[in-house]
């Protein structure tokens, strides 16, 4: 079965960096985008972008350039969302999720806390 | 970007009632809209993609309607694990936006 399964929670100073994981299993990696979704705590949801898993290429929105990056190793079958100079509002569960469109297979979240 | 809203942002209901959701776009979108549910502490799930088709093993009391600016998201008879937060996503156009959600709790 389809399984997209994240690192766990990070506790981080302001100016940091970190680097959350989604292994997914059950499928062929490369035949499916995958998708960076944030929801900082109380709020909704917030599409950050996506990845070509195929060739690698990514997309991202609006308010998530520059300081955000997506990556693959496709040889593990993992995406990563990597941030650096890490503020305070960054403080949010992201996940990871599958599909170009409509995601019906979602990682369980990671919680990123940004704190001094 | 598309803007979407969401209405009610809260509805408070009962178990058995028939509740509905609306989200509207900014643009049309055709029928690239989906539903997603969320729980506290829960990644969402998918209920509805294309407006209107049912997810694989989800509830036939839901369903959706609409196509181009305008769609509902129709709970014909609310049980007890419906209770939860409800967002529209269109998949039209970049960027993939969400709607801001409507929390359906208990009356």
């Known amino acids: 079965q389809v399984q997209l399964v994240q690192s766990g929670s990070e506790l981080k100073k302001p100016g940091a960096s970190v680097k959350v994981s989604c292994k997914a299993s059950?499928?062929?990696?490369?035949?499916?985008?995958m998708n960076w979704v944030r929801q900082a705590p109380g709020q909704g949801l917030e599409w950050m972008g996506w990845?070509?898993?195929?060739?690698?290429?990514?997309t991202y929105a609006q308010g998530f350039t520059g300081r955000f990056v997506f990556s693959l190793d496709t040889s593990v079958s993992t995406a990563y969302l990597q941030i650096s100079s890490l503020k305070a509002e960054d403080t949010a569960v992201y996940y990871c999720?599958?599909?170009?469109?409509?995601?019906?297979?979602w990682g369980q979240g990671t919680l990123v806390t940004v704190s001094s | 970007a598309i803007w979407m809203t969401q209405s009610p942002s809260l509805l408070s209901a009962s178990t058995g009632d028939r509740v509905t959701i609306s989200c509207r776009m900014s643009?049309?979108?055709?029928?690239?809209l989906a539903w997603y549910q969320q729980k506290p502490g829960k990644a969402p799930e998918l209920l509805i993609y294309?407006?209107?088709t049912l997810q694989s093993g989800v509830p036939s009391r839901f369903s959706g309607s609409g196509s181009g600016t305008d769609f509902t998201l129709t709970i014909s008879c609310l049980q007890s694990e419906d209770f939860a937060t409800y967002y529209c996503?269109?998949?039209?156009?970049?960027?993939?936006?969400f709607g801001p959600g409507t929390k359906v709790d208990i009356k």
């Open positions: 999720a599958r599909d170009a469109g409509a995601t019906g297979y």
């Open positions: 059950g499928y062929t990696f490369t035949s499916y985008a």
């Open positions: 990845i070509n898993t195929n060739t690698g290429n990514p």
């Open positions: 643009q049309g979108i055709s029928s690239y």
């Open positions: 294309a407006a209107s």
């Open positions: 996503q269109q998949y039209y156009s970049f960027p993939f936006t």
